[in-house]
């Protein structure tokens, strides 16, 4: 099978995540698989054996996802990029979720409320405290979730909150370019995808 899309990305639970949004930004007509990974090591060591074995159809895009965590940002994404042009994938779009996958979360507490069936407006009014109007900031983002949602679990929890996230109304800012960075793909390459 032919892809037009590969996501790449560090665990499971982002895959989880990226299977309920995914739909939401493309199109039916493109094609695409998200693999996972066991951690940000297996990722990185895939990364050219996934572009070598893929280099068949020069019009397929690659999208690396990866944690933040506690790295620097640029020169994270610089070592991505990097690996990238390495293998003969230059224009591969690189994504860093700020600092984890719970950011996203946290940035859309509307779509926490929906998935736990938690009463209307008891986490969604927070979304405008300050912690919550940039998650990407918080250097736990899954420990302040767990503080709201008591029963939050990683991993396993993902595909709770993934159904219910809004592509428009996150407060995320790593969230709202990796949506952008996925239509700027459809846009630059639509016509050759």
Request: net charge positive.
């Amino acid at each position: 099978m032919s892809y037009d899309l590969i996501f790449l990305v560090e665990e499971p639970s982002m895959k989880i995540v990226l299977d309920q949004l995914i739909p939401k930004l493309i199109p039916t007509t493109i094609t695409y698989i998200c693999i996972a990974h066991q951690g940000k090591q297996d990722l990185v060591r895939s990364i050219p054996i996934k572009i070598k074995a893929f280099q068949f159809s020069p019009s397929l895009q690659f999208v690396i996802v990866h944690d933040q965590d506690s790295h620097d940002c640029k020169k994270l994404k610089t070592e991505l990029l990097r690996i990238c042009q390495d293998s003969g994938k230059p224009d591969a779009l690189i994504r860093i979720v700020c600092r984890e996958l719970e950011s996203w979360f946290l940035g859309d507490l509307a779509a926490v409320e929906k998935a736990y069936k938690l009463k209307i407006g008891s986490l969604s009014k927070k979304q405008n405290q300050q912690k919550f109007r940039n998650p990407d900031q918080l250097h736990s983002a899954k420990q302040e979730l767990k503080k709201l949602v008591t029963t939050y679990y990683p991993g396993t929890n993902s595909k709770n909150i993934a159904p219910y996230l809004s592509i428009t109304e996150n407060k995320s800012h790593s969230f709202q370019v990796f949506c952008i960075g996925v239509q700027g793909i459809l846009e630059r390459v639509g016509n050759n995808i």
